[in-house]
């Protein structure tokens, strides 16, 4: 005789995990479905190019605030040694008014009439108290050199106070600068290890190339720099062409854009501060139509700076992952303006 038994319940356990392994796969098959495309080694390129602009925007930032923060740590150690000098000269007065007042307190302090009338000798006391008069006067004076050097005194601790406190600020937006920069780097970064080793390496092939090339089609002509000084300048240049492209960097071994400029207007004798911020407003500005060798150029709202080579071309630090170089002014970003040192 046949047996019936009742169907066993489905393991709950085992149909919870079913399910979820169903939903599972089913979301990843959704997500894959309307999941971005792999971007194409020319947009990651442009998207890289607009990162590192970024970057270079954060990094003269940067450099700004370092400069300012050298500064104001000058500053205020020349203040704090003025307050110390300050305080040294406050003493001596100090001391000075102490020794008339104890030579006031040792003449007993009672009033000349009395003195006169019990003074055993009042041809020596009108002696003394013509001194007196004398020290009297002396001791106001001493008084006001205090009050004055006081004032003085807590005007400097003031302004030394002031100073670190923007020493302190400055500090911070130096921080927050350097920060951005950094991820404006690794975001560039990022996206070229979105490529493939030979991609990688295919896009710093033609950007070499492309520099070589413009390098070698370039026709600088035998146009004069404005001055001797620029002439050094640009001269000095030159000798830094193979020279990495490095964040901050002031050389003599690797720049960025405007460490670039300083150094070589530095070999020129000539100072013309650290930022492209501050080395447009260093010179007179020139129309484009007036550039000669020498001169810096600047692109991309003051991002960026080199130095006029001749006919169209800058030399200039371009970018992470490059080299100090020449290169057409078409091919490096937004022409802004050019300075004349």
């Not at 100072?271 to 150029?297: A, F, H, W």
């Not at 071309?313 to 057409?328: D, N, Q, T």
Request: net charge positive; hydrophobic share 35%; glycine share 6%.
């Amino acid at each position: 005789m046949a047996s019936h038994r009742r169907p066993k319940p489905a393991n709950r356990t085992r149909v919870t995990v079913l399910t979820a392994t169903a939903a599972a796969a089913v979301a990843l098959s959704s997500q894959a479905a309307h999941a971005d495309p792999k971007p194409t080694k020319s947009e990651v390129k442009a998207k890289v190019d607009k990162l590192y602009e970024e970057a270079e925007k954060a990094t003269n930032q940067y450099n700004g605030a370092k400069e300012k923060q050298d500064k104001l740590k000058t500053q205020v150690d020349d203040l704090q040694d003025t307050v110390a000098r300050g305080q040294a000269d406050l003493n001596k007065v100090r001391d000075q008014l102490g020794a008339l007042a104890s030579a006031q307190y040792r003449s007993g302090g009672i009033d000349e009439s009395v003195q006169l009338f019990l003074s055993s000798d009042p041809g020596n006391f009108l002696d003394k108290a013509s001194s007196m008069d004398q020290l009297s006067a002396q001791q106001a004076e001493a008084l006001k050199t205090f009050q004055s050097k006081q004032r003085s005194l807590a005007q400097q601790r003031q302004e030394a106070q002031d100073k670190l406190q923007d020493l302190a600020d400055t500090r911070k937006q130096l921080g927050e600068n350097k920060k951005a920069a950094q991820e404006k780097l690794a975001d560039a970064q990022k996206l070229l290890n979105s490529l493939t080793a030979q991609e990688r390496a295919a896009l710093q092939q033609e950007d070499a190339e492309r520099a070589n090339r413009d390098s070698s089609r370039l026709d600088l002509g035998n146009q004069k720099a404005a001055s001797g000084v620029a002439q050094a300048a640009l001269d000095a240049a030159r000798t830094r062409i193979g020279k990495p492209y490095v964040r901050s960097g002031t050389g003599p071994n690797s720049f960025d854009c405007s460490g670039l400029t300083s150094w070589a207007y530095r070999q020129a004798g000539v100072e013309i501060t650290r930022t492209t911020y501050t080395q447009i407003n260093r010179g007179t500005q020139i129309s484009r139509s007036e550039l000669k060798p020498g001169d810096l150029v600047f692109f991309n709202s003051t991002e960026h700076v080199g130095l006029y080579a001749g006919g169209g071309v800058v030399l200039h630090a371009p970018k992470p992952g490059a080299y100090v170089r020449l290169e057409s002014m078409s091919t490096i970003g937004t022409y802004q303006t050019a300075v004349r040192i």
